[in-house]
């Protein structure tokens, strides 16, 4: 069983959608402290002056106290603005037509907290990009006391995980060995964002995902994994063996 564990996004970057890819099981974990300045309510799209953020206010008092699925929307307004700037930025890419429909009814959902908002977006991307992992909130799992590391420990004994699927970053803070100890490998990704066709001249990397399927549309799978290890690989090779 391999399992990732990822806070949720707001028009998720490629990477997040190859760490799902990869996993047999994805948990949504939205129970963990908000962060300030994160992509949890934030992200780039491309558009003819160069990248620019698509930032969701939140309400922010008290946010150190909260966990993300407490984190409430400041405002309704974002909700036209974002989907202006969108539209006015891809309706001449090539697959606008096929995805543009089905995300605007949720830029014209009502949405209270950035958990649900991130949600539906991503069962939305992984649909579009049929994606098969099973996706879990963590809303829906015990309650865990125990923090950091120790909470990504646990939820993978809970799964029965073989092998846990972090960041890169995670090399920083996470200490394998408590992991092995436990009969779980653990596999730092480290994604090389892929080229891909793209409007308004030079590629532009680390882009939300919809940049991707609006110019690249079937394809966008694919190119997720361009350069980049795939499933089989995974399980395959020493880095775990299923």
């Not at 399992?3 to 997040?16: E, F, K, R, T």
């Not at 200490?175 to 990704?189: A, D, M, N, S, T």
């Not at 991707?212 to 880095?239: T, Y």
């Amino acid at each position: 069983m391999i399992v990732s564990i990822h806070q949720p996004a707001y028009l998720p970057w490629l990477g997040y959608f190859h760490k799902i890819a990869l996993s047999d099981v994805f948990i949504f974990f939205e129970t963990t402290q908000f962060e300030k300045n994160s992509f949890i309510n934030r992200n780039k799209i491309k558009t003819s002056n160069g990248p620019v953020w698509l930032t969701v206010p939140v309400k922010l008092e008290n946010h150190l106290e909260k966990k993300i699925n407490e984190i409430a929307l400041a405002n309704k307004v974002w909700q036209g603005a974002h989907w202006k700037t969108i539209e006015y930025n891809y309706k001449k890419s090539k697959y606008w037509g096929i995805y543009s429909n089905q995300l605007r009814e949720l830029y014209q959902k009502e949405y209270f907290n950035i958990a649900d908002l991130c949600y539906d977006q991503l069962l939305l991307i992984t649909n579009w990009l049929q994606i098969k992992t099973k996706i879990i909130r963590s809303i829906d799992l015990r309650n865990y006391e125990s923090k950091k590391q120790q909470v990504v420990l646990d939820i993978c004994l809970d799964l029965k995980a073989d092998l846990y699927i972090s960041g890169k970053l995670g090399k920083n803070y996470l200490e394998e060995k408590k992991f092995e100890e436990q009969g779980i490998k653990v596999f730092f990704q480290d994604y090389q964002p892929p080229h891909y066709q793209q409007l308004w001249g030079g590629f532009v990397p680390y882009l939300g995902i919809i940049d991707l399927l609006f110019n690249e549309g079937h394809q966008s799978l694919e190119i997720i994994f361009k350069g980049n290890i795939p499933k089989n690989n995974l399980i395959s090779n020493n880095v775990y063996e299923k």
